[in-house]
């Protein structure tokens, strides 16, 4: 699976859109690129995943560049509650589902 | 979505004895998997849960270590063996169904050995 590389850290306002970006410039073709999110002591939870199309949910919009290497994760405003780690991911999916996790973005939401 | 219970949600072992971490989920699914979190750390794979056979580890972990055992498709057990200071850690079970897009995590066992 391709490596991603994001901030390690950025802060946000409460109400405001949250930009989180994310690099994986060596990404394949057959590679989707997903997001998860950790909240302090909880299991990681799936946000939105994409391949090539701008991605929308409930949760979040997911940008993808034109050329793939890189996306942005737009939680249009945010609360306090989405505080977490997020961490971008780029795999394969007929790898056995299985999902390595890099570092990933602390974000801190303050009122 | 699948709902996953793990147990023990945490535990204080002694150095040089097991144990053994339970993974339930409320429907079949295909893909089990283990994941380890050290302190502060982002998550690592040790292995995936196979029904039926032995599991498959990722470079790093062995079955001496970490036996898994998948009786059926809802349950999956990891033991962590003969436990150091250094085994301390969060331990995540991960579940996905046949063509899911998704991974669904438990909650984890917080482990902490003294």
């Known amino acids: 699976d391709a490596k991603t590389t994001q901030p390690t850290s950025m802060d946000c306002a409460e109400g405001r859109a949250a930009n989180l970006p994310c690099n994986h410039s060596t990404i394949s073709g057959n590679e989707y690129v997903y997001w998860y999110r950790q909240i302090h002591s909880q299991g990681p939870q799936y946000i939105i995943h994409g391949l090539k199309n701008n991605e929308t949910n409930e949760m979040a919009s997911l940008i993808i560049t034109e050329d793939r290497k890189s996306s942005t994760l737009i939680l249009p405003h945010a609360t306090l509650r989405d505080t977490a780690v997020y961490y971008c991911i780029v795999r394969v999916r007929a790898a056995g589902n299985k999902l390595t996790f890099g570092g990933g973005t602390r974000v801190l939401v303050k009122p | 979505s699948a709902v996953i219970s793990q147990k023990p949600s945490r535990d204080i072992c002694q150095r040089g004895t097991s144990l053994t971490i339970q993974c339930q989920v409320d429907?079949?699914?295909?893909?089990m998997f283990w994941y380890r979190q050290q302190p502060g750390q982002s998550l690592t794979l040790i292995a995936t849960?196979?029904?039926?056979?032995?599991?498959?580890?990722e470079s790093g972990f062995v079955i001496d270590k970490f036996p898994i055992s998948r009786p059926n498709l809802t349950f999956s057990t990891l033991t962590v063996s003969n436990m150091s200071p250094e085994d301390s850690s969060i331990y995540l079970c991960?579940?996905?169904?046949?063509?899911?897009?998704?991974?669904?995590f438990g909650s984890g066992t917080q482990l902490s050995v003294l």
């Open positions: 849960a196979n029904q039926g056979s032995e599991a498959t580890y």
């Open positions: 429907s079949q699914v295909t893909m």
């Open positions: 991960s579940v996905s169904g046949a063509g899911d897009e998704k991974l669904f």
